[in-house]
Nanobody, 121 residues
Framework: QVHLVESGGGVVQPGGSLTLSCAASGFHFESFAMSWFRQVPGKEREVVCVVSASGLSTNCADYVEGRFTISRDNVKNTLSLQMNNLKPEDTAVYYC??????????????WGRGTQVTVSS
């Protein structure tokens, strides 16, 4: 059974940094592209960053590019999101997500429960 557990969320000041982690189990983690999505209440989930199964390719949305870095450890079966220079608009619930394709993040097939990130003074 696929199991994705996010951690690392919290409250930070604008300009601050935070690292999110995702522990994956129940599947061949190294065979799947992974991603981080985020969602604000009342709005649709949006992709933040994606990483290929090998970890060699990454891509992030324009609004976080240069500030966020996605990475993975295929030995520990973990996914990470390093967030720097956080802005109030980054406030959302962040989800660890398994993807069917690195090139089509809309084809996510499994989600974690999410972790709250709040950026506020």
């Amino acid at each position: 059974q696929v199991h994705l557990v996010e951690s690392g969320g919290g409250v930070v000041q604008p300009g601050g940094s935070l690292t999110l982690s995702c522990a994956a189990s129940g599947f061949h983690f190294e065979s799947f592209a992974m991603s981080w999505f985020r969602q604000v209440p009342g709005k649709e989930r949006e992709v933040v960053c994606v990483v290929s199964a090998s970890g060699l390719s990454t891509n992030c949305a324009d609004y976080v590019e240069g500030r966020f870095t996605i990475s993975r450890d295929n030995v520990k079966n973990t996914l990470s999101l390093q967030m720097n220079n956080l802005k109030p608009e980054d406030t959302a619930v962040y989800y660890c997500t398994r993807l069917g394709s690195y090139y089509n993040p809309e084809l996510a097939d499994f989600w974690g429960r999410g972790t709250q990130v709040t950026v506020s003074s």
